[in-house]
C-alpha cells in the first residue's frame, strides 16, 4: 500500500457491516464511525506505525474510548515480531488493533478495553536472583561496550581468578574456595572457552581464559 487511503475503504466495509455509518476525516479523525446510541469509533490510518501514531491515538481517548489504529499488515520475521509488541502495547494502552492485508482483508487484532497484564511470577523470580548474583554494578545502564556482565559470567571469572592463582584444581575445591556453588558445572560446560579439563574432575586455565581476566578485569568483585 502507499497510500492511507488505500486502509479506508476495507476498514470502512467492517464497520458498516456491523451496522456503523461511516465517514472520513472528520475533524482531526481519520475515520469515525457511528452507530445509534453507542460510543462513537475513531480510527487513525497509518502506513506504518510510528509513536506519533500512539500519540495521536491516545489524544483521540479524550473524545471516546473505542479508538483503533489500522495499519497494512506487515510481512517477515522481524515484522511478526514487532506486531507482536506493538499489539502488546495497543492493550496497555487501551486501544484497538486492526490490521488490512495487501488482499483487503481486515483482522482486528484486539478491541479497546482495560488491560491488566498478568504478573509472572516465575519472570520476577528470575530476575530477582540475577539481581542478587551479581557483584557489584558492573553494567552501566544503556551500554553494551563490552558486552553485558551476567551473574554467570563474573562466575566464571571468579572461578577462573582462582586456577590462575591456584593452578589446576578440582571442581569441589574451586566451588568451596569461590562460594561458586556451580564451579564445577560452569568449567565443565566452558561457554566462554576459559578452561581444560586437565584430569578426573580437574580443571585448569585456557590461555583464553588469562585473556577473558584482564579484559573482563573490570566487570567482577569479590563478594
Same mark, same amino acid.
Given at each position: 500500500?502507499?497510500?492511507?487511503?488505500?486502509?479506508?475503504?476495507?476498514?470502512?466495509?467492517?464497520?458498516?457491516?456491523?451496522?456503523?455509518? +461511516? $465517514?472520513?476525516?472528520?475533524? !482531526?479523525?481519520?475515520?469515525?464511525?457511528?452507530?445509534?446510541?453507542?460510543?462513537? +469509533?475513531?480510527?487513525?490510518?497509518?502506513?506504518?506505525?510510528?509513536?506519533?501514531?500512539?500519540?495521536?491515538?491516545?489524544?483521540?481517548?479524550?473524545?471516546?474510548?473505542?479508538?483503533?489504529?489500522?495499519?497494512?499488515?506487515?510481512?517477515?520475521?522481524?515484522?511478526?515480531?514487532?506486531? $507482536?509488541?506493538?499489539?502488546?502495547?495497543?492493550?496497555?494502552?487501551?486501544?484497538?488493533? %486492526?490490521?488490512?492485508?495487501?488482499?483487503?482483508? +481486515?483482522? +482486528?487484532?484486539?478491541?479497546?478495553?482495560?488491560?491488566?497484564?498478568?504478573?509472572? $511470577?516465575?519472570?520476577? !523470580?528470575?530476575?530477582?536472583?540475577?539481581?542478587?548474583?551479581?557483584?557489584?554494578?558492573?553494567?552501566?545502564?544503556?551500554?553494551?561496550?563490552?558486552?553485558?556482565?551476567?551473574?554467570?559470567?563474573?562466575?566464571?571469572?571468579?572461578?577462573?581468578?582462582?586456577?590462575?592463582?591456584?593452578?589446576?584444581?578440582?571442581?569441589?575445591?574451586?566451588?568451596?574456595?569461590?562460594?561458586?556453588?556451580?564451579?564445577?558445572? %560452569?568449567?565443565?560446560?566452558?561457554?566462554?572457552?576459559?578452561?581444560?579439563?586437565?584430569?578426573?574432575? %580437574?580443571?585448569?586455565?585456557?590461555?583464553?581464559?588469562?585473556?577473558?581476566?584482564?579484559?573482563?578485569?573490570?566487570?567482577?568483585?569479590?563478594?
Amino acid at each position: 500500500m502507499e497510500r492511507e487511503s488505500e486502509l479506508y475503504a476495507p476498514v470502512k466495509a467492517l464497520l458498516v457491516e456491523q451496522g456503523y455509518e +461511516v $465517514k472520513g476525516e472528520v475533524g !482531526a479523525a481519520d475515520l469515525v464511525a457511528v452507530r445509534g446510541d453507542d460510543a462513537p +469509533v475513531i480510527v487513525e490510518l497509518k502506513l506504518r506505525i510510528t509513536l506519533s501514531l500512539f500519540h495521536q491515538a491516545c489524544a483521540r481517548l479524550a473524545v471516546t474510548d473505542c479508538v483503533y489504529i489500522a495499519v497494512p499488515r506487515p510481512t517477515g520475521r522481524t515484522a511478526r515480531r514487532a506486531l $507482536k509488541d506493538n499489539l502488546s502495547l495497543c492493550r496497555r494502552l487501551g486501544l484497538g488493533f %486492526i490490521t488490512v492485508r495487501a488482499d483487503g482483508t +481486515v483482522e +482486528v487484532l484486539c478491541d479497546p478495553g482495560p488491560y491488566t497484564p498478568r504478573r509472572r $511470577k516465575a519472570k520476577t !523470580a528470575k530476575l530477582l536472583r540475577e539481581f542478587s548474583r551479581l557483584r557489584g554494578d558492573p553494567n552501566d545502564g544503556g551500554a553494551t561496550r563490552h558486552g553485558i556482565v551476567t551473574g554467570y559470567r563474573q562466575d566464571s571469572l571468579v572461578c577462573a581468578a582462582h586456577l590462575a592463582e591456584a593452578g589446576p584444581s578440582r571442581g569441589r575445591d574451586v566451588a568451596a574456595a569461590t562460594g561458586v556453588a556451580a564451579a564445577t558445572r %560452569i568449567m565443565r560446560d566452558n561457554h566462554y572457552g576459559w578452561f581444560e579439563k586437565v584430569g578426573t574432575g %580437574i580443571y585448569g586455565l585456557t590461555k583464553e581464559g588469562r585473556t577473558g581476566l584482564t579484559h573482563w578485569a573490570y566487570s567482577w568483585e569479590p563478594r
